[in-house]
């Protein structure tokens, strides 16, 4: 028979080792489940693309800094005339899904503007605010003017092209990127269709995972 104290010890390290399994395995299922009933999105596991870009109070921002949280990314230019517009709608009808359950303050919503030289700094938070976005959590960066096609370059990285054509316009695609809170992205929720309780779902069990 083992000793009381290591049957005490062993069952301490069962314990402490138990949430991360248990957790890893829930992750698991539920994107399994999501695979099944989300055909917009597509699971990867990869390290995020790094960045470092400026806030609109000129503050550096880097991926890196973030470790912890759970990030949801995407990229936008304010003239876009169409889909960006309502991209930011539909992120901010997640956003304020998210901000009413208790894993709020451990989820980063950030955009990325893809047209640095018109989208300025000082138009950071009238755009948020205009697409129902809450400043508590989400940030809008920018490469800066001097550095044009930094950010598209950022966008490339992550595996989505926008593409300038002619004056105003980009020609590109729609995709929200789920990073998790050791920096891997690990989701790409394709277009606008897809089913905001499931991105929910999906950012509350990264929220929750520490494996």
């Not at 390290?13 to 395995?25: F, G």
């Not at 901010?92 to 893809?114: E, H, K, L, W, Y």
């Not at 092209?161 to 316009?169: R, V």
């Not at 509350?204 to 520490?210: E, P, T």
């Amino acid at each position: 028979m083992i000793p009381l104290p290591a049957r005490l010890i062993a069952l301490f390290i069962a314990l402490l080792l138990a949430p991360a399994s248990v957790q890893a395995h829930s992750l698991e299922s539920l994107e399994q489940d999501l695979l099944a009933r989300e055909k917009y999105v597509q699971i990867v596991d990869m390290p995020a693309p790094a960045f470092s870009l400026t806030d609109d109070q000129g503050r550096t921002v880097r991926l890196a800094d973030m470790r912890g949280k759970v990030v949801v990314l995407w990229f936008v230019y304010q003239r876009c005339p169409d889909v960006c517009p309502l991209h930011s709608e539909a992120i901010a009808d997640v956003q304020a899904m998210i901000n009413r359950t208790p894993v709020r303050d451990s989820v980063r919503f950030i955009t990325i503007t893809t047209d640095p030289e018109h989208d300025l700094p000082e138009t950071f938070a009238d755009y948020g605010a205009s697409r129902g976005l809450d400043p508590a959590n989400w940030t809008m960066l920018t490469s800066g003017p001097d550095k044009p096609a930094a950010t598209r370059e950022i966008a490339r990285q992550f595996g989505l092209k926008f593409t300038p054509e002619g004056d105003d316009y980009q020609i590109h695609g729609v995709v929200t990127h789920l990073i998790d809170k050791s920096g891997h992205l690990r989701a790409r929720y394709h277009g606008l269709k897809f089913n905001p309780a499931s991105m929910v779902e999906h950012i509350k069990a990264f929220s929750n995972d520490d494996h």
